[in-house]
């Protein structure tokens, strides 16, 4: 996921992405803790997706208290 894409989202969305990456990042850990993870690479790609989504919500959180001077 690119960063550009998650500027076109509101915060309810990235939110719901949010939640559903975590998720999938619970599902693959279960599956690394039993040993039937096929593609290890996938939570390394998954934690760094969240990460972009808590810094786009950050930064929407941000401009909502402090908005532009005219």
Same mark, same amino acid.
């Given at each position: 996921? *690119?960063?550009? @894409?998650?500027?076109?989202? /509101?915060?309810?969305?990235?939110?719901?992405?949010? $939640?559903?990456?975590?998720?999938?990042?619970?599902?693959? $850990?279960? !599956?690394?803790?039993?040993? !039937?993870? @096929?593609?290890?690479?996938?939570? $390394?790609?998954? $934690? *760094?997706?969240?990460?972009?989504? @808590?810094?786009?919500? /950050?930064?929407?959180?941000? !401009?909502?208290?402090?908005?532009? %001077? %005219?």
């Amino acid at each position: 996921m *690119k960063f550009a @894409e998650l500027k076109d989202m /509101t915060a309810a969305e990235l939110a719901a992405k949010s $939640r559903d990456l975590r998720q999938e990042l619970f599902n693959l $850990r279960l !599956q690394k803790a039993t040993a !039937q993870l @096929e593609k290890p690479a996938r939570i $390394r790609v998954l $934690r *760094k997706d969240i990460a972009r989504l @808590e810094t786009r919500l /950050t930064q929407l959180r941000h !401009q909502a208290v402090q908005p532009k %001077a %005219a």
